[in-house]
């Protein structure tokens, strides 16, 4: 069984932002801006995308 997985991009920096988000960023693995990381689609990582919302671009693979 294939995992679903979700394609995320920062196209915002973390520059001024809160902690808790700039945190959420980090723990999805993502360290610069326009840099673009493939996470698996669980509830955990629904949750980080969605506090930085703003921040982040994200498609379904």
Same mark, same amino acid.
């Given at each position: 069984?294939?995992?679903? +997985?979700?394609?995320?991009?920062? *196209?915002?920096? #973390?520059?001024? @932002?809160? +902690?808790?988000?700039?945190?959420? *960023?980090?723990? #999805?693995?993502? @360290?610069?801006?326009?840099?673009?990381?493939? *996470?698996?689609?669980?509830?955990?990582?629904?949750?980080?995308?969605?506090?930085?919302?703003?921040?982040?671009?994200?498609?379904?693979?």
């Amino acid at each position: 069984m294939a995992d679903k +997985k979700i394609k995320v991009r920062l *196209v915002k920096s #973390l520059n001024g @932002r809160s +902690k808790k988000h700039q945190a959420c *960023v980090r723990g #999805l693995g993502i @360290r610069r801006i326009h840099q673009s990381v493939e *996470v698996l689609d669980t509830p955990e990582n629904r949750g980080m995308i969605n506090r930085a919302y703003y921040m982040l671009e994200w498609e379904s693979i």
